[in-house]
């Protein structure tokens, strides 16, 4: 029973990150179905990160660009347009 709490929690949590990051307010304007379009763009991530294209920063140093930014976000800093992807 614990796990299962924890494992609620924690996909509440991201669902929140999703709410957090804005991306569902920028697809709802071109696309009703955000849900599918929002798993696809994380899919189409998870697959980048697993076979690089040549020319890109690596998996490892695209999360740590990432893991900076979220956690400005997080402590209410101001957003980085066009910070590292």
Do not use: F
Request: glycine share 10%; aromatic share 2%; charged share 30%.
């Amino acid at each position: 029973m614990v796990e299962r709490r924890a494992r609620t929690r924690r996909l509440i949590e991201l669902g929140g990150l999703v709410a957090l990051s804005g991306l569902e307010e920028i697809i709802a304007s071109a696309e009703p179905d955000t849900r599918a379009v929002i798993l696809g763009a994380l899919m189409h991530l998870a697959d980048e990160l697993r076979e690089p294209t040549p020319g890109t920063p690596s998996p490892l140093t695209r999360v740590n660009a990432w893991r900076e930014r979220g956690r400005a976000a997080l402590r209410g800093e101001p957003s980085h347009e066009g910070a590292a992807t």
